[in-house]
């Protein structure tokens, strides 16, 4: 398990954007791959965008393709998941986790470890 530390969450009114950063203290992310993951009140925990250092393609889930941008700094030691024109139905606690699997239609942590997470609230 990689301890991550996730940070950027916020209330933003739809249309809005927000920018997610991950951090490990002491970890290189740049070793791994790295994933998005959010849960929203009720519902089940789901992978939102991931990160790879394989050939396999970086994941989107249907729901976000177009509006989220997941990216590393290897300088600065940081994933980021930029979103953009966010909707109501975006708000949740989003959670930063390494290493994950990425594969071609999914991602998924690959210890099941989690950390604090960071709350996103979209209002219409």
């Known amino acids: 398990q990689v301890p991550v530390v996730e940070s950027g969450g916020g209330s933003v009114q739809a249309g809005g954007s927000l920018r997610l950063s991950c951090t490990a203290p002491?970890?290189?992310?740049?070793?791994?791959?790295i994933g998005w993951f959010r849960q929203a009140p009720g519902k089940a925990r789901e992978a939102v965008s991931c990160?790879?250092?394989?050939?396999?393609?970086?994941y989107y889930a249907a729901s976000v393709k177009g509006r989220f941008t997941i990216s590393g700094d290897n300088a600065e030691d940081k994933v980021y998941l930029q979103m953009n024109n966010l909707k109501p139905e975006d708000t949740a606690v989003y959670y930063c986790?390494?290493?994950?699997?990425?594969?071609?239609?999914?991602?998924?942590?690959?210890?099941?470890?989690w950390g604090q997470g960071t709350l996103v609230t979209v209002s219409s």
């Open positions: 986790a390494a290493p994950v699997v990425v594969a071609t239609g999914g991602c998924t942590n690959a210890l099941d470890a």
């Open positions: 990160l790879s250092n394989s050939a396999v393609s970086n």
């Open positions: 002491g970890f290189n992310l740049g070793y791994y791959a």
